[in-house]
């Protein structure tokens, strides 16, 4: 049996859970065979599997951006992030939104309401908002608080960080505040400001989220621990990397 690994010394090489290995020994995916009702896995076969993993990993590596490791987007799958988000967005009533450090939207936005799509469809409106994404990067206060954007509907924000530095941003909001429609001067300020038709503004102005109080203080309870739920699956990635990192070099010996 010298040259079959057992279970638990395939779990030290790759550093994965006993499930994760059973469930890719039954999918076929890892050289795998039965003895009795124990898995025992080929060490060649084993060896040569892994090589093939690292080499793809390199390939990956040469073909993507100089530094995945700090790319947010090279770390998570995206479409997994964006289920997260709908999910949340649909359960607490407000949009969700990554972007990364600078205000570019990573993800597209779940859950987002009428008003805000209708107003981003103005340059100047997009750009005030990315301008509203920056700021909420650059307070890099612990406790998430409301701030008010570019027509004073409300936004908070929760940080991503994968290892020890700061990658990317949560965004969610858009609640309406306590005065809520503005003045008839108001709308007119704020048409002419991001530069979108006064009355597509009328037409949505009612639709936006609106939260009680309490509802306000529960989303933000929670969206630093929604952000830390991506954080934590881009911080799984980023160890996956590094271990195929080290196989592919173990791999050129």
């Known amino acids: 049996m010298a040259s079959y690994l057992t279970t638990k010394q395939l779990q030290e090489i790759l550093q994965v859970d006993r499930t994760t290995i059973y469930r890719m020994a039954d999918g076929g995916r890892l050289p795998a065979v039965k003895v009795g009702n124990q898995w025992r896995f080929p060490r060649q076969e084993v060896e040569r599997w892994l090589k093939t993993q690292a080499s793809v990993f390199v390939g990956a590596q040469e073909s993507a951006s100089p530094h995945p490791r700090t790319d947010l987007e090279k770390l998570v799958a995206i479409d997994c992030v964006h289920q997260i988000l709908d999910t949340f967005g649909d359960t607490l009533g407000v949009m969700f939104l990554v972007t990364d450090m600078a205000g570019k939207p990573i993800t597209r936005p779940s859950n987002p309401f009428p008003l805000y799509e ?136």
Do not use: C
């Open 118 to 253: 209708a107003v981003m469809r103005s340059p100047v409106a997009r750009q005030r908002y990315q301008d509203l994404w920056v700021a909420l990067a650059q307070d890099l206060s612990l406790r998430p608080d409301f701030v008010p954007g570019p027509m004073g509907l409300l936004w908070t924000r929760g940080l991503i960080r994968v290892g020890q530095e700061l990658q990317a941003m949560l965004v969610t909001g858009g609640v309406a505040p306590t005065e809520w429609p503005p003045s008839p001067e108001e709308r007119r300020r704020m048409a002419q400001e991001l530069a979108v038709d006064p009355e597509l503004l009328e037409r949505h102005l009612e639709q936006v989220p609106h939260l009680e109080p309490e509802s306000q203080e529960r989303l933000l309870s929670l969206v630093q621990r929604i952000a830390d739920i991506i954080a934590h699956i881009a911080t799984e990635r980023s160890n996956l990397f590094s271990k195929l990192q080290h196989i592919a070099e173990l791999s050129k010996v």
